[in-house]
């Protein structure tokens, strides 16, 4: 336990769902991004997985549409505090596009129109645990949160979901992408709160 | 565009520290800022921000994030609290909160929306109502470290009376070489300010920020929406969005 601040209470709690530490929940759908939001037009967006030997793997966004979809409807936690609950997304599963892709990798890095990067352990992009969202709330993926699409990851702090994704770089040793050599966690796991580096 | 970094990895881990409140300043009807003695802070970059957390007597916790709103001094650090009125952590900061009751702080945290002092590019700061704390810490800063480096701050607020730092702004365009600010309100303009209230556009940008062949560094905080419009209109004006950083807030509490 902290130090009490003297006549802090908070907000009654008896109703409240279980939350990762440090979370409150929010309605709204905050932002937070680096940089000015990236505008991508659909007939040039692709989406490129590169393997540790250098093979590449392309989908338009046809051809990503053609692809079996998915429609996650799960919870979200930003590292700046705010969770949503139930949010609703259709997109693909990183397991529909890494079937047949041939690695030995155990890492990867998310990369995004603008340059925005994040990495993860591969693990963490399978067992339906991962997907290219385009379509949230049942309309198309807004532009300031990552539209025309976004990595989804939900097991982990919302920064390693990726706006504006372009590409999964697979790798045999990890490499931090932009927040986390900010000073933001490797890994990222809310029910752990890893935030920040040492944590 | 090239991938952006960030500097260097943070190595120590960061501790919540116990911190008290020495000073409280008003700055609106809504808003205050706060002075918290934080025993051992390493000090911090203009631009980043903390974690906030309180507890409650039965151990329930809840942390928000603020801005730093000042270099420190010494030990001293300072954050602007905008009132949320239905909010869980403010209300408590800016109406309960005593002088010398404990909070704890984490930080200084974020690496990415920070102005150095040792910058020499012009600097432009885009500030929607509270977003404009984080970039008061620039300005600061830069009169602290003696810089020159040209500074324009167009800060785009309500009405008059929702001006944070007012005075303070006043005399640093007058006392500070190379500092100018100017205002855009959207509900209510001061007796003989020259136009209509509006949201922030292209011509405001155009006239109070720089061309983009002088290669300004470009932050821009606030409202999401709001960072949205200013970050476009950069873009637009030519700007390069390598250069143009910001930080978007949503709901705070």
Redesign the interface.
């Known amino acids: ?11 009654p ?1 008896t109703a409240e769902p279980a939350l990762p ?2 979370q ?1 929940l ?1 309605q ?11 505008r991508v037009p659909l007939d040039t967006w692709e989406f490129v997985l590169t393997t540790e030997t250098g093979a590449e793997y392309r989908w338009s966004w046809d051809e990503l549409m053609g692809l079996p979809q998915e429609t996650p409807h799960v919870d979200i936690h930003c590292v ?3 969770s949503k609950l139930g949010t609703d997304w259709q997109g693909v599963s990183l397991d529909t596009l890494l079937d047949g892709v041939d690695t030995a990798a155990r890492y990867a890095l998310a ?1 995004s129109y ?4 994040t990495n993860l352990p591969l693990d963490d992009l399978r067992g339906g645990r991962a997907w290219v969202a385009h379509t949230y709330d049942g309309g198309p993926l807004p532009a ?1 949160h990552g539209g025309p699409a976004r990595l989804l990851v939900p097991h982990l702090y919302f920064w390693k979901s990726a706006k504006w994704v372009r590409g999964i770089r697979l790798l045999t040793d990890d490499q ?1 992408g ?2 986390e ?3 933001y966690h490797d890994y990222g796991d809310p029910w752990r709160e890893q935030r ?4 | ?7 260097d ?6 501790t ?1 520290r ?1 911190a008290r409140l020495v000073e409280r300043r008003v700055e609106t009807p809504t808003a205050q800022t706060l002075m918290l003695e934080v025993p051992g802070w390493p000090g911090h970059r203009p631009g980043q921000h903390v ?1 906030i ?5 039965d ?7 603020y801005s730093l709103a000042a270099p420190a001094e010494g030990e001293r650090i300072a954050v602007t609290v905008q009132r949320v009125p239905d909010g ?1 952590v403010s209300p ?1 900061l800016t109406d ?3 002088e010398g ?4 702080v984490r930080g200084p ?5 920070v102005w150095r002092a040792d910058e020499t590019a012009p600097v432009l700061l885009v500030g929607g109502g509270s977003g404009v704390v984080p970039l008061m810490a620039m300005v600061r800063a830069r009169r602290e470290a003696g810089n020159r480096a040209p500074f324009r701050l167009i800060y785009s607020v309500r009405t008059p009376d929702d001006v944070f730092y007012a005075e303070e702004l006043r005399r640093r365009t007058r006392d500070d070489q190379g500092l100018d600010v100017a205002y855009v309100y959207t509900r209510a303009a001061p007796e003989g300010w020259r136009g209509e209230p509006h949201r922030i556009g292209l011509a405001d940008v155009n006239t109070h920020g720089w061309p983009p062949d002088l290669e300004p560094l470009c932050y821009v905080c606030g409202p ?1 929406g709001f ?2 419009a200013v ?2 209109l ?2 637009g004006l030519g700007h390069p ?2 250069r ?3 930080e ?4 705070t ?1």
């Open positions: 336990m902290g130090i009490v601040s003297p006549g802090f209470q908070g907000r709690r530490p440090g409150y929010t709204d759908f905050p932002v937070l991004s680096a940089g000015p939001t990236p700046t505090h705010w990369h603008g340059g925005y990067t300031e931090p932009f927040w050599t900010a000073g920040y580096q040492g944590d | 565009m090239a991938v952006p970094t960030t500097g990895r943070v190595a120590a881990p960061l919540w116990v974690d957390r309180l507890t409650a007597a151990g329930y916790q809840a942390a928000r994030s869980e408590y309960t909160y005593a009751d404990p909070v704890e945290i974020g690496g990415w929306f999401t960072v949205e970050a476009d950069l873009v969005t390598r143009v950083k910001t978007r807030f949503g709901p509490g």
